[in-house]
């Protein structure tokens, strides 16, 4: 079966690749900021994102597990490397797909693909070990290989369908 990656996946791999981030142990969220021009504050508060002029910065909420830190930090992340305008001034319908766009981001960036092949898909502790070697929540790790099982069974089926139409011809 064959993975077809979206072109955000393609944007996080080709972005990690210039930051020779190759495996779990190098997702270092403050190297991957460094690289980015972006200062980290871990305080008591929501996380958020702000940016005056060339200043950005990602605040991360302290108050939470170092998993949860994780994931709100690449959400953060593509708010600023993918998105325009402050989501105060923007209407509903942008706020909702920046949003929904962050959210893939988070999956795409903590459990990227190249790396979530090195694991047997048929371990039945995969869910528990990718959160412990990515250090997120079984809960983002979940998500990432549900969408990745829908996109090989996708294309799996699109296959079968093209066999089919060629045999049927």
């Known amino acids: 079966m064959t993975y077809t990656a979206t072109a955000l996946e393609d944007w996080i791999t080709t972005n990690y690749s210039h930051q020779h981030i190759k495996t779990p142990q190098d997702i270092n969220l403050t190297r991957i900021a460094r690289w ?12 958020r994102y702000d940016i005056f002029g060339r200043f950005k910065c990602i605040v991360v909420d302290k108050r939470v597990s170092l998993e949860e830190q994780r994931e709100q930090f690449f ?3 593509c708010h600023i490397l ?5 989501q105060s001034m923007l209407p509903e319908a942008f706020r909702e797909l920046q949003e929904w766009d962050a959210n893939r981001f988070v999956m795409y960036a903590a459990l990227p ?3 979530v092949t090195k694991y047997d898909f048929e371990n039945p502790y995969l869910i528990q070990d990718l959160a412990y070697d990515f250090k997120v929540t079984e809960g983002l790790c979940k998500k990432r290989m549900e969408q990745i099982k829908r996109n090989l069974l996708s294309n799996q089926m699109i296959v079968a369908e093209q066999k089919a139409m060629y045999n049927w011809a």
């Open 82 to 86: 993918r998105h325009a305008g402050h």
């Open 75 to 77: 959400h953060e992340l």
């Open 113 to 115: 693909y190249s790396m």
């Open 36 to 47: 980015h021009h972006i200062y980290i504050h871990y305080r008591e508060m929501p996380a």
